[in-house]
T-cell receptor, first 117, second 112 residues
Framework: DVKVTQSSRYLVKRTGEKVFLECVQD?????MFWYRQDPGLGLRLIYF???????EKGDIPEGYSVSREKKERFSLILESASTNQTSMYLC????????????????FGDGTRLSIL | GNSVTQMEGPVTLSEEAFLTINCTYT??????LFWYVQYPGEGLQLLLK?????DKGSNKGFEATYRKETTSFHLEKGSVQVSDSAVYFC???????????FGQGTTLQVKP
């Protein structure tokens, strides 16, 4: 089974801090994703990566950056945390299929509930 | 643009009731369609998928049929259990990208 592990289940930080959220997958997947989940808004894509050193902006990248130095690890960085970044953050990975359809499902971690005070 | 619309929740049912959660989509081309489930305190898990028109995805008693003519992918289950209480997300894939577009999620509460 695919295992996607997020480093923390709960995290409390202060405004202005630099925050690192870590995600590791064990199935040699090329694709990795960071989402935030908020009530009534579903999942919104922050950043994604197709390969090591590669990154692409999602729908809401402002205030975030990412790092992918190794294939199995994808880090989300809040450069200067603000209260409106209080949310549930979900990491996911999937296999690159290289075809028109992405028939490969995304596999999710259990999420990090981040509170910014 | 590409989007997914789900019925608003919460949906509250008694055990053994019939479940339908509506999902409609707007997309360029013919995307694959997915249902994910999120149990309390957990991440999302793939429940079922369908990759082309008229395909039926099924798993754990849940079913959904890819209807191109109505651009819908409604989730159904004949007899729900308390353990089915969760948030259900409908999603489509953006062609050639591996990215998914999610609906806003529908909360299901099943009472004994």
């Amino acid at each position: 089974d695919v295992k996607v592990t997020q480093s923390s289940r709960y995290l409390v930080k202060r405004t202005g801090e630099k925050v690192f959220l870590e995600c590791v997958q064990d199935m040699d997947h090329e694709n990795m994703f960071w989402y935030r989940q908020d009530p009534g808004l579903g999942l919104r894509l922050i950043y994604f990566s197709y390969d090591v050193k590669m990154k692409e902006k999602g729908d809401i990248p402002e205030g975030y950056s990412v790092s992918r130095e190794k294939k199995e690890r994808f880090s989300l960085i809040l450069e200067s945390a603000s209260t409106n970044q209080t949310s549930m953050y979900l990491c996911a990975s999937s296999l690159f299929e290289g075809s028109e359809h992405s028939n490969q499902p995304q596999h999710f971690g259990d999420g990090t509930r981040l509170s910014i005070l | 643009g590409n989007s997914v619309t789900q019925m608003e929740g919460p949906v509250t049912l008694s055990e053994e009731a019939f479940l339908t959660i509506n999902c409609t989509y707007t997309a360029t081309g013919y995307p694959s369609l997915f249902w994910y489930v999120q149990y309390p305190g957990e991440g999302l898990q793939l429940l079922l998928k369908a990759t082309k028109a008229d395909d039926k995805g099924s798993n754990k008693g849940f079913e959904a049929t890819y209807r191109k003519e109505t651009t819908s992918f409604h989730l159904e289950k004949g007899s729900v259990q308390v353990s089915d209480s969760a948030v259900y997300f409908c999603a489509l894939d953006l062609l050639y990208t591996g990215k998914l577009i999610f609906g806003q999620g529908t909360t299901l509460q099943v009472k004994p």
